[in-house]
T-cell receptor, first 113, second 110 residues
Framework: DAGVIQSPRHEVTEMGQEVTLRCKPI?????LFWYRQTMMRGLELLIY????????DSGMPEDRFSAKMPNASFSTLKIQPSEPRDSAVYFC???????????FGEGSWLTVV | DAKTTQPNSMESNEEEPVHLPCNHS???????IHWYRQLPSQGPEYVIH???SNVNNRMASLAIAEDRKSSTLILHRATLRDAAVYYC???????????FGIGTKLQVIP
């Protein structure tokens, strides 16, 4: 199994540009999570999906952030427009329907200048 | 969400045992105690979990207090590769919002 796959691994963009982060969960997992990690706040949950439906987006910082899951094998996290304070590592994770383990991707390292 | 409290950082000498504490006084009866660790430049990875009884696996041991309000992750012989951030979380299954927080940064001294 290839695990949770995220792209891009690294992105540097200018303030005001649109950023799209992508995630492919492990096949058969029906929960998908997007996390953001910074030094100050640690690992924060932004949003999670169950069977492609957003369940809780209370962690999404503001309207500039949006997430979609058009099918069971793909999700996107979009930031538009991006700001320097959005610089962080963004992790996607997935879990089995009744499993106990959350599997994380390797993260997307975003720098907004 | 039920919350956990961990020290921000700990140090250990190589080859020595390490006891990483976690307090979770508001734990509910259905919450499992999970531990994850995050190596530098990687995503968190699962270490161990338990409900009431102590648990052992190839990576670590988990000691759970009788009242379940605290737990301890035990690394029996710390190696340099164990230097990571360790997260203690409460998790009842895929339907629950899971938060990780800051965790404990473990430094292993050669």
């Amino acid at each position: 199994d290839a695990g949770v796959i995220q792209s891009p691994r690294h992105e540097v963009t200018e303030m005001g540009q649109e950023v799209t982060l992508r995630c492919k969960p492990i096949s058969g997992h029906d929960y998908l999570f997007w996390y953001r990690q910074t030094m100050m706040r640690g690992l924060e949950l932004l949003i999670y999906f169950n069977n492609n439906v957003p369940i809780d987006d209370s962690g999404m910082p503001e309207d500039r952030f949006s997430a979609k899951m058009p099918n069971a094998s793909f999700s996107t996290l979009k930031i538009q427009p991006s700001e320097p304070r959005d610089s962080a590592v963004y992790f996607c994770a997935s879990t089995e329907p009744v499993g106990n383990t959350i599997y994380f991707g390797e993260g997307s390292w975003l720098t907004v200048v | 969400d039920a919350k956990t409290t961990q020290p921000n950082s700990m140090e250990s000498n190589e080859e020595e045992p390490v006891h990483l504490p976690c307090n979770h006084s508001t734990i509910s009866g259905t919450d499992y105690i999970h531990w994850y660790r995050q190596l530098p430049s990687q995503g968190p990875e699962y270490v161990i979990h338990g409900l009431t009884s102590n648990v052992n696996n190839r990576m670590a041991s988990l000691a759970i207090a009788e009242d379940r309000k605290s737990s301890t992750l035990i690394l029996h012989r710390a190696t340099l590769r164990d230097a990571a951030v360790y997260y203690c979380i409460l998790y009842s299954g895929g339907y629950q919002k899971v938060t990780f927080g800051i965790g404990t940064k473990l430094q292993v001294i050669p």
